[in-house]
């Protein structure tokens, strides 16, 4: 079965395909079967827009103590560039900036 590593946030995942040597042979003949491909990761493919809810999921840069792993909060705002974007977050506790693979959408559950 095909491995991607994300190319947002860096977490390896399983890919699931019916024909595996087909879809990578279509797809990166380049590589040999079985070869990493980049692909996003099951939190980084959600499109995160300005208002929605959000959680902390880990940090790639410092970050103050209210913005822990696991904590809670809401874009207020996305910057984007051609390099990429910053979402800018309201949390308990203060504003904070992060980059995209730092942020996840919460379950239903949660």
Request: aromatic share 10%; hydrophobic share 30%.
């Amino acid at each position: 079965m095909p491995y991607s590593k994300c190319p947002i946030c860096g977490q390896t995942s399983h890919l699931n395909v019916s024909d595996p040597a087909s879809w990578c042979a279509e797809r990166y003949p380049h590589l040999p079967f079985g070869g990493l491909v980049p692909a996003r990761c099951f939190y980084c493919f959600v499109t995160i827009e300005s208002g929605d809810d959000i959680l902390i999921r880990a940090h790639f840069t410092d970050h103050p103590d209210f913005a822990a792993v696991g904590a809670r909060g809401t874009v207020t705002e996305i910057v984007s560039t051609d390099d990429g974007g910053l979402y800018y977050c309201k949390l308990d506790g203060g504003d904070d900036v992060f980059v995209r693979g730092e942020l996840r959408k919460p379950h239903d559950n949660e």
